[in-house]
């Protein structure tokens, strides 16, 4: 795990943008990793610039989302399809991008026939993540074990908590997801995880520091070949190292 201290939040994300830039430029066919929430927004900011501004060609990449609230229509504007088109989608021209289906009728045959779409896609090759306050990566919540493939996730309270601020309240919030697994999430090529803000600073820590455990789901990348965190000073406040 190699760790960057950006001084600023919007020096962190453009570092974030550069290495999907250069993944792209490197390898134009590449298979994405895409996050949703708060921290990526920024990112995908300066990507569809570099796009507009003629830099950056994406017609020959795909997409695969981390995850999709269960049960919330795919226009419903805090779904994680309409995330996605209002932040990237719409202002690049990706060949294809895919999302987890939370309206499928079979959840479970859902989450089989994504693993296998980014199989037959080749893998991916770069793979955004932001990370939750209780370590969380894509929704893989604090657990007794590793989650391999994508599942079916109960969000955890705190999870809910965090992202009532999208909805009414709290009570809006689905209360189930579907997510790529952790195991999904450590087979792409590269990985790049984003952390801002003082409120992050916990989480990073307990991943860069504590013990690899899926009490804290994100410690597992301290295994993975090729991960690099991107940090603020606010979020990298607790590193003692």
């Not at 697994?181 to 984003?194: E, F, H, K």
Request: proline share 5%; glycine share 8%.
């Amino acid at each position: 795990m190699n760790v960057h201290v950006f001084a600023s939040e919007a020096q962190a994300a453009r570092a974030a943008a550069s290495l999907f830039a250069a993944q792209l430029l490197r390898k134009p066919a590449s298979v994405l990793g895409l996050a949703t929430g708060s921290t990526p927004v920024s990112v995908y900011a300066e990507l569809a610039r570099m796009h507009e501004d003629g830099v950056l060609d994406f017609s020959r990449a795909v997409s695969f989302n981390l995850d999709e609230y269960v049960g919330l229509p795919k226009d419903h504007p805090q779904s994680y399809h309409s995330f996605m088109h209002r932040s990237l989608f719409s202002r690049v021209n990706l060949q294809a991008s895919f999302l987890p289906d939370g309206e499928a009728e079979d959840l479970p045959a859902e989450c089989r026939r994504y693993d296998e779409a980014i199989a037959r896609s080749g893998g991916i090759d770069l793979q955004l993540l932001g990370i939750g306050s209780n370590g969380h990566i894509g929704f893989n919540e604090p657990a007794r074990e590793f989650a391999f493939g994508t599942n079916l996730v109960d969000l955890a309270q705190d999870t809910i908590e965090a992202n009532k601020r999208f909805f009414y309240s709290a009570a809006d919030v689905p209360r189930r997801a579907l997510s790529m697994g952790v195991g999904t999430i450590m087979q792409a090529r590269g990985i790049v995880l984003l952390a801002l803000g003082e409120e992050k600073a916990q989480a990073v820590k307990a991943m860069a520091e504590g013990p690899v455990t899926p009490r804290v789901p994100a410690s597992i990348l301290r295994f993975h070949q090729d991960a690099t965190v991107l940090l603020d000073r606010g979020a990298a406040k607790l590193l003692t190292r």
